[in-house]
């Protein structure tokens, strides 16, 4: 994927969980409010009818869109799940991700299995859906 596919909001949705700033404690952000998820979240993916893979991307989103019980053990066992997540339903295929920081480069190297086994199909996906 491009910048310019990337930037195109016809082709790629961001969505955050809250849709308003938590605030802070101790230096990091609070998790996201949930009654703003509530208000907004539902709308939102009410208006993107041609949504067909959604990354899902940290833990709080993966508790919001795969269910607690599926995100229960965390982020890492979730992501080494993804393949059962991505073939539950066809029709809106969801891929979990770790969270993109730089604090997570030691789970990237500590996971090999995932830049070589994960992120292939994924690619290749996102390239499917793009065309």
């Known amino acids: 994927m491009d910048a310019s596919e990337f930037y195109d909001p016809s082709k790629v949705a961001i969505v955050p969980m809250g849709f308003c700033f938590p605030g802070q404690a101790r230096g990091n952000d609070l998790p996201p409010r949930r009654e703003c998820a509530e208000i907004w979240r539902t709308k939102l993916f009410a208006s993107l009818p041609l949504l067909e893979l959604l990354l899902v991307i940290g833990g709080y989103a993966q508790r919001w869109h795969l269910g607690p019980a599926a995100a229960s053990k965390g982020v ?8 059962e997540f991505y ?3 066809p029709s809106l295929r969801r891929f979990p991700l770790p969270h993109p920081s730089w604090h997570n480069n030691r789970w990237l190297n500590q996971n090999p299995w995932f830049e070589a086994d994960a992120l292939p199909p994924l690619r290749a996906d996102i390239r499917n859906v793009l065309s």
Do not use: F, G, H, Q
């Not at 890492?76 to 393949?83: A, F, I, K, L, N």
């Open 76 to 83: 890492d066992e979730t992501v080494r799940r993804w393949r």
């Open 87 to 89: 073939l539950a339903d």
